[in-house]
């Protein structure tokens, strides 16, 4: 797995998503991982690509102890930095394969990042990896968006997803493969545009499903967004909660 988030991506990360760390964004997530935490055993949480801390801080605050992996020295390191930090334990690896010690009530990833694996393999792995940490009762939770196929006329491969003055969004699919590249354009401190493009992996939510089945997990929820509104065929993205059978 290569890391794509290294110093000069973690220095402007918290900045460049913002909109991501509004309170009415942030605390429904965390509104909704506290509740499932406290439903089985220790109530710990293992954060899968825990970032600069964007979910693990206020979760931690909320009483909830909270563990991170990330490929990125350089975001847990913005993480360390800041406030509450200390009571937040943190492990630089592979969230696919990395084993922490201790077991853990709950496991999650959120804004897409189960999509950061991009083989199959890779995300088979991930789930087999987060049944091996969880509790009996413990729930696995991922936020993701639905693949976006009905944006793309026959033939193209291209999709603009945002169109902001200083930022040019465009995701490249390759659909034979389940693959897609997002392309961001952003305008520098001199003006000039810099590119920086990152691979992913879409999964549909059945073959999510399925991955939690070999894992040996169920589903147990499944919503449009982490207010639980229901998931509809038009959802743009799904939280999805599979539980490891007691």
Known sequence: MQDYFDEPVAARYDASSAAMF????VGPAVDFLAGLAGLAGSGRALELGIG??????????????????????????????????????????????????????????????ISN????????????????????????????????????????????FAAEEDHWGIDEYDVASQGLVSHHFSRREDGRFERSSIPFRYAWPAELD???QLAGMELRERW?????????????????????PA
């Not at 975001?75 to 930090?85: D, E, F, N, S």
């Not at 937040?88 to 999650?108: H, P």
């Open 210 to 212: 399925l991955m939690a």
């Open 224 to 244: 449009a967004d982490w207010n639980r509104s229901p998931f509809t065929a038009e959802s743009t993205k799904h939280v999805s909660v599979w539980e490891k």
């Open 22 to 25: 509004a309170p009415e964004v």
């Open 52 to 113: 600069t801390g964007r979910i693990a801080l206020p979760l931690s605050a909320r009483g909830v102890p909270v563990h991170g992996i990330d490929l990125s020295a350089a975001m847990i390191a913005r993480l360390r930095a800041k406030p509450g930090a200390d009571a937040i334990g943190t492990t630089v690896g592979d969230f696919a394969a990395t084993r922490v010690e201790g077991s853990f009530a709950l496991a999650y990833l959120v804004f897409n990042t």
């Open 117 to 160: 694996l991009t083989s199959q393999a890779q995300q088979v792995a991930c789930f087999a990896n987060v049944a091996a940490h969880l509790e009996a009762g413990g729930r696995f939770v991922i936020e993701v968006g639905t693949p976006s196929l009905r944006r793309l006329a026959a033939g193209e491969t291209m999709a603009v």
